[in-house]
């Protein structure tokens, strides 16, 4: 009985990380992780709130959220919109490793988005980035780098790259900074983006009513998701566990 109940288990964790990687629809916002904050500005923020062109203070990445019912870890990649905490939550596009034209760079790319530029940020060019896809992987690489560090300055620091990097106004700026916040260490991690942009594990989360909702769209999250190695070694760990209980079983026949 303990063999049938560990294979059970085995069995649901893996149908879990396989759900990470599907297709969903259904975002719920939760809290920030970390009380860690950052003032920032740019003219998307300014065109939503008058009062807002000398900064607004935002809470730093990760949230707290819930994605089809399953816990999930999001990083906010878009600073030109604000954060849907509404209860019920709200439908969006689940675009695997930022590939797809349902995702808030590509719409801003054919110009469907408010605001608009048809062009990736300055800073992302400058960066070497081209493609949507190419920079929503260096996004999901400073996410990974922001998550495994403890240290605030550092947290704010791959904060401030993430969103100067996805704002495609080109207008975005740290409001009175806080002490020891390097800029140029900031610069210095949107070219190591670029280098080091992932191809997989990772999707990105896109409000499903982005051009209907236009200026008042929710925020773009990545969420980070198990890489297919990950979940195969997963998988062959189940298989042997079955083959094995099988050849237990027949032994004892």
Known sequence: ???????????????????????????????????????????????????????????????????????????????????????????????????????????????SVVPTSHTLSATALSAGFTTASDLYGGLAYLSQQLQGTSNTLLQQEYQAAIWQLADYTSTFGVVNAPAGFDLNLVSTFEHDAFTNRLTSGFSVLTDANEVANGKNAAQEYIILTPEPGSLMLCASSVLGFFLMRRRKLADLQ
Do not use: E
Request: proline letters at 4%; one cysteine or more; a neutral charge.
């Open 1 to 111: 009985m303990k063999a049938i109940k560990a294979f059970r288990v085995l069995i649901a964790v893996n149908l879990l990380l396989l759900a990470t990687l599907a297709m969903a629809d259904s975002l719920q916002v939760g809290g920030p992780v970390t009380g860690t904050t950052l003032t920032i500005k740019d003219s998307a923020l300014t065109a939503l709130n008058s009062g807002w062109a000398n900064g607004v203070t935002a809470y730093i990445d990760p949230y707290h959220g819930t994605l089809n019912g399953q816990s999930v870890v999001l990083f906010c990649i878009d600073p030109n919109h604000l954060d849907n905490a509404a209860p019920g939550g709200y439908n969006v596009n689940a675009s695997v490793n930022g590939v797809g034209s349902n995702t808030l760079q590509a719409l801003n790319l054919v110009g």
